[in-house]
């Protein structure tokens, strides 16, 4: 390399190699600097130092007319790119991106999706050395060229890459070497490292590193004297040695291109660490803004501080004491070490030993806020958007909703205006397929007018804005607009009815009519029983809606009307001639039909509902655990006399029926657990009475039955049960027991109790 390129090779998002930059860079002083990403965004490097710009913050590189082809660019405070981009800004030098446009790249990944994968070196089945050559050329791979600092530090002696980096890079406080000394380590790594086996992979890397010589020969054609060059720690020897213009000139010609937009979008430290599949992430974000903003020094007093904060606010025990001896045992252990100083498995170990006592749960809370971290990034107000992703933002601060990383809970009064707006709005991003929003609870009654949500932003949702802007240019347009789509690509009566449900608690009337006839239609179209029955009780659900969140459910309740009707009728059909599997599936269907009938409330369906379950109940040639389930029902709902429910068992557990067939009944009469049983009076004397009526042959045969029903119930259930039979058995006397005869009574005795009885009756004695 020249002297007019300077090659500063960095560890992406270290705050080490950011702090040794800078400090070159006011050294060199450079007239212009290029830095390791995608050049059509070029054009956003100015918003790095606009007013409202909070790193986490990362580039988002879409194909428009394909959104979900996209590639991120994240960047903290304390990433090198960052601070180079922000020094170039404010000293007024020429700033550019220099990696392989995102242009080609998206394009060559769309090229790939449609080849075939090959096979390379193929070895001779009777070649045993090629083998063994070529596995152990595989398994160094991932440890020389996906993870060269891991390489790195266990040939220094640390148990990894991240531990040996800290140490001697992100806490060191004299840079002045530190890139001629990365540049080198990487030559060596780089020379050890067999070629990639991907030829997709290779040709990739080989594009990358093309692209940005191509970058450093313009800028020197521009005439400048004093080039900074940022890039990964891995690409400077490939930059550093410079072959033949031709070459590169050859290997960049001819490939396939997309049309790219750009935009910055907030990011989160989550996101940027290595557990969440990131690449280039690193293991502990929060740890390195700590050692960011105190200049490279661990400073274990004051990180030891914010750990007793986070205890004491979590109501975890951390003393003063503790932490002294954190701090104590922080600083043992490096001297121990021979590290320069207490890193952050040395702060762990301290915190471990000293604080949690064994306990796991401290440890987790600590990784999460201050090793991982929660921090959301911000994005100036200049920065290119969508209309769908402004309309959004908008409505979020009209109604004083935080688009948070953290998860937090949200209690909704649907009676207030605002906080049925927010339900709206929460319902319509659903339909935007974005899971801003998930409802974790719906409470109070059939009035429905309290709703739970937990929440979590996720930088991901904002490639998911793009993808649905096309839709429409505010969340309703384009909510309504998706849900239509949605409905023509239906293709079962379920996912039509719960689409229906969606529209109506997003309040979308337009759609919501459209989507009706599409339901009207299909229903009186399709004679799939099964279908008909699950697409009733998303359709009940909707009715409890109308009121509270003052909404037209007429048209609802009209195909409603429909379904019911229609189902009444062919339940007897659907439940001929099933085997265990389908019945099973029917028994839950018919539950849940019954609840979604009992949540309309109207008399006339739950009527001839209660019939076409007594028919089923009653017919022959319907499998057993169905007929089980509705005379369960058909007995919850008083539909007849409790003689009728008790015929029906006895006729169904006689000795006649074979035991598989009388445990399928008792299963689907008793399939909802046992705690009713040990609360129903009714219930509990109908199964009493009947065991009590059997013979002790009959009973012996159908013990197992019973046996095998109870073993379904909870342990909880099955001793309430246990007891209640016991109290029973010990108040009332048990068939069989002797009673002494007339001439054996002691009629004095008797008399002298007489008084007594009648002063606590409250008889008289004329009655006596």
Known sequence: MTEKVHLFGVRHHGPGCARSLLRALEALQPDCVLIEGPPEADALLTLATADGMEPPVALLLY??????????????????????MRHALQAGVPARFMDLPQAHALALDKEREGVEPKVVDRIPPDSTEAVIDAVAEREDE????????????????????????EHTVEQRQDGAELFTAIAEAMSAVRAETPPLTDPFQARREALREASMRKTIRAAQKEGRERIAVVCGAWHVPALAQMPAVGADNELLKGLPKLKVAATWIPWTYDRLAAESGYGAGVDSPAWYEHLWRRGGRAEPAAWFSRVARLLREAEMDCSSAHLIECVRLAETLAAVRDRPGPGLAELLEAASTVLTTGEEAPLRLIRRELIIGRRLGQVASG??????????????????????????????????DNDLARSQLLHRVRLLRISWGEVTQARGGKGTFRESWTLQWQPEFALAMIEAAPYGNTVAEAAAALARRTAQDARDLPTLTELVSQLLLADLPAALVEVMRDLENRAALTGDLPQLMAAIPPLAQVSRYGDVRQTDVAQVLHVLDGLIVRVCIGLGVACQALDDEAAASMAGRINRLHAALKLVDRSDHLDAWLIALRQIADASGVHHQVQGRAARLLFDEGHGDTGDTADRMSRALSRAVVPDAAAAWLEGFLSDGGMILAHDDALFRLLDQWVISLSADHFIQALPLVRRTFATFPWPARRQIGERVQRDADREPTAGTEVAPSDQWHQARAEALMPILSLILGVGAESQ
């Open 63 to 84: 194909a428009p007319e394909e959104p979900q082809r996209a590639a991120f660019y994240p960047f903290a405070e304390f990433s090198p790119e960052w601070q180079a």
């Open 142 to 165: 991932p440890a020389l060229r996906h993870d060269p600092l891991g390489w790195l530090g266990q040939a220094a002696g640390y148990g990894g890459g991240e531990e040996w980096w």
């Open 383 to 416: 920065a290119p958007t969508v209309p769908l992703q402004r309309d959004l933002e908008r409505r979020c601060k009209t109604l004083r909703l935080a688009l948070s990383p953290t998860r937090e809970p949200l209690e909704l009064d649907l009676r207030k």
